[in-house]
């Protein structure tokens, strides 16, 4: 899943037939009886008891959430959100992986580790990916869940950035060097060559087949998952200085965020509508003094994230945009947005009360379903939705 055109709006129906990911569904989670070792990457033998932290971003006890995942074989999952909940805070040593449906049930996954966060959920709600990234060349720890039954497969990348779910296992990006696949168990499979971006960051496509990545010049280049094959390359817009990879849009289209030249706050930038086919000129979304991002398409037109200490959440119609406002606070991030519904998340402190809210898109009106005074309770640090991205 994923970040942020005006042809083609996903309407529910669309969405859903978008979702069809069946063999990305059943990544993962499978326990490998021998660590499997090559260059970036390590794979680690998955316990079902004990401590196991070093393994991934999970401490190796699942529970497992079987009465309400989707059954196996379900391609879509609409609405299903994975959350990273603690008991008091983010560094508790408390935090478990909770998975929640649209109509408010929800069972825990499985314990993760202090520092984790939600990268990826697939389309069916089967698969979690949770991650631990480190920083200044450490090794990033990932953990592949399989949700019904709690059972974790643990990788870890040196230099590790995003990870997303695709048709063949899990994509990991890595800062100016060649992007990595795993497969369902664990093991490194393939690299992807080329010169990358240093942010590290790949979005997939919602059937897993293709995936798009910022190389070392700002461009965003579109490749085939199982080929390897190069399908676009496509130049940074007019008067822009570089782009990253959003969210898909439809079928045709995905969004790419581009920054202007010396922009002093690297997080700002414009969102675009680039074609998966065909080669016409990425076409401008959302600009909003150049401070959009991630922008999701829904009924009422387009949901996308204006950076900042805290960020915030926004909607824009046409030519007019207004914050998505909870309790009068606009500090929200985006989890998932699609037809009428948007999932925000805030971060706690000064950004909020560390909670999940479901946001009416058509009357502006919010619910919390996550956090404290909730049946889920706690404090939440990160949050996913399965939205069509």
């Not at 069916?124 to 450490?138: D, E, F, L, P, Q």
């Not at 849009?249 to 997080?267: H, I, K, N, R, V």
């Not at 809210?357 to 379903?369: C, G, P, Q």
């Amino acid at each position: 899943m994923a970040r942020k055109g005006i042809r083609h709006t996903l309407t529910t129906g669309a969405t859903l037939a978008l979702l069809g990911l069946g063999s990305i569904g059943s990544l993962g989670c499978q326990t490998t009886n021998q660590g499997a070792t090559a260059p970036g990457g390590a794979a680690t033998s998955s316990p079902s008891q004990g401590s196991g932290s070093e393994g991934g971003s999970g401490n190796g006890s699942g529970r497992g959430a079987g009465s309400i995942v989707p059954a196996a074989g379900s391609k879509t999952a609409l609405g299903f959100t994975a959350i990273v909940r603690h008991e008091t805070g983010p560094q508790d040593g408390k935090g478990t992986l909770v998975l929640r449906a649209p109509d408010g049930r929800h069972a825990t996954v499985g314990e993760v580790s202090d520092g984790a966060e939600v990268a990826d959920i697939s389309s069916n709600a089967r698969t979690v990916v949770t991650a631990i990234r480190a920083k200044g060349g450490g090794e990033s720890r990932y953990t592949i869940w399989d949700t019904a039954t709690g059972k974790p497969t643990y990788v870890r990348v040196k230099d590790g950035g995003d990870a997303v779910l695709v048709q063949d296992g899990l994509l990991v990006a890595r800062p100016k060097q060649s992007p990595q696949l795993f497969d369902r168990s664990g093991k490194p499979v393939r690299t992807y060559e080329g010169s990358f971006s240093p942010s590290a960051e790949v979005v997939a496509s919602a059937d897993g087949k293709r995936f798009w990545i910022a190389d070392d010049g700002g461009r965003i280049r579109l490749f085939d998952l199982r080929s390897g094959t190069e399908l676009r390359q496509i130049e940074v817009p007019s008067g822009r200085a570089s782009c990253s990879p959003g969210p898909q849009l439809s079928y045709e289209d995905f969004t790419m965020d581009c920054s202007a030249p010396g922009d002093a706050d690297p997080s700002g930038s414009t969102a675009y509508m680039a074609q998966f086919y065909g080669t016409a000129a990425p076409q401008r979304l959302v600009d909003h003094g150049d401070q959009a991002s991630q922008a999701r398409r829904v009924n009422p037109g387009l949901v996308y994230e204006v950076p900042g200490v805290c960020g915030s959440a926004w909607i824009s119609r046409g030519a007019s945009y207004e914050p998505l406002k909870v309790d009068e606070s606009d500090t929200r991030q985006v989890a998932g947005a699609y037809g009428d519904t948007a999932y925000l998340t805030s971060w706690g402190g000064q950004c909020g009360d560390g909670d999940l809210v479901r946001f009416d898109l058509a009357n502006l009106k919010s619910t919390k379903v996550a956090g404290k005074g909730t049946p889920i309770g706690g404090f939440v640090t990160s949050a996913k939705t399965v939205d069509g991205t």
